[in-house]
């Protein structure tokens, strides 16, 4: 997705002071082309796979679909298609239907204006991004573990994976855990892909959703 070409991106909102100030801050940014707009869920899904699209920032709350049901079917068919979740909500279950879903980003639209160009920086590199409010708000209200003890699992995992998962689960990115272990972004990345591997974990957010839900700090 980066490269010399625009960025083409999807954008849907019901609301349309917000959809307008959105379309406005993105017309800003020199490598994004906007190649539509839909105000509902339907004509969201109808342009994500009828035009070419690199990334699909969608409301949650929309009427004829709402933006977990139109994640879920864009990536059904088009999975190479990003997915920016826009959400007025601090809610730890749709987060976590996100992940499960394949989304990519998840954005509060209280801090939209800010995040939305950094969220899109990020999943164009194939990495997530999580409003840094709402990763707060959900390291303040995560639940003990449940079920299975996960000690079982990290004990598979070398020192310095299982500090990596714990990074992953403070929400951190990457780049940000490379910056923490004066390590390299590709060496991070490395122990990620072996941390997946010993865990037997497969598909988008697998890792993350295994750092929020098992790892306790």
Same mark, same amino acid.
Do not use: W
């Given at each position: 997705?980066?490269?010399?070409?625009?960025?083409?991106?999807?954008?849907?909102?019901?609301?349309?002071?917000?959809?307008?100030?959105?379309?406005?801050?993105?017309?800003?940014?020199?490598? $994004?082309?906007?190649?539509?707009?839909?105000?509902?869920?339907?004509?969201?899904?109808?342009?994500?796979?009828?035009?070419?699209?690199?990334?699909?920032?969608?409301?949650?709350?929309?009427?004829?679909?709402?933006?977990?049901?139109?994640?879920?079917?864009?990536? /059904?068919?088009?999975? /190479?298609?990003?997915?920016?979740?826009?959400?007025?909500?601090?809610?730890?279950?749709?987060?976590?239907?996100?992940?499960? $879903?394949?989304?990519?980003?998840?954005?509060?639209?209280?801090?939209?204006?800010?995040?939305?160009?950094?969220?899109? /920086?990020?999943?164009?590199?194939?990495?997530?991004?999580?409003?840094?409010?709402?990763?707060?708000?959900? *390291?303040?209200?995560?639940?003990?573990?449940?079920?299975?003890?996960?000690?079982?699992?990290?004990?598979?995992?070398?020192?310095?994976?299982?500090?990596?998962?714990?990074? $992953?689960?403070?929400?951190?990115?990457?780049?940000?855990?490379?910056?923490?272990?004066?390590?390299?972004?590709?060496?991070?990345?490395?122990?990620?892909?072996?941390?997946?591997?010993?865990?037997? *974990?497969?598909?988008?957010?697998? *890792?993350?959703?295994? /750092?929020?839900?098992?790892?306790?700090?």
């Amino acid at each position: 997705m980066m490269n010399s070409e625009k960025i083409k991106i999807l954008i849907a909102d019901d609301h349309p002071i917000f959809l307008k100030g959105l379309q406005e801050v993105l017309e800003e940014e020199t490598n $994004i082309k906007i190649v539509c707009k839909a105000n509902n869920g339907t004509d969201a899904i109808n342009g994500a796979l009828d035009r070419e699209v690199d990334i699909a920032i969608l409301d949650i709350d929309m009427p004829g679909a709402n933006g977990l049901q139109v994640a879920e079917k864009v990536l /059904a068919t088009k999975p /190479a298609v990003a997915i920016i979740l826009l959400t007025m909500h601090k809610a730890k279950d749709a987060f976590l239907k996100a992940l499960e $879903i394949g989304v990519s980003g998840y954005v509060l639209k209280e801090n939209a204006v800010v995040d939305i160009i950094h969220a899109i /920086a990020a999943v164009s590199r194939h990495q997530s991004y999580i409003s840094p409010e709402m990763s707060s708000y959900l *390291l303040q209200q995560r639940n003990r573990l449940r079920g299975g003890n996960p000690g079982d699992q990290l004990e598979l995992l070398t020192v310095s994976e299982k500090k990596i998962v714990q990074l $992953i689960a403070r929400y951190k990115s990457t780049r940000e855990i490379a910056e923490e272990l004066f390590i390299s972004e590709k060496t991070v990345s490395n122990h990620r892909m072996n941390i997946a591997k010993k865990l037997n *974990l497969s598909g988008k957010n697998s *890792l993350l959703r295994f /750092a929020i839900e098992k790892v306790n700090d």
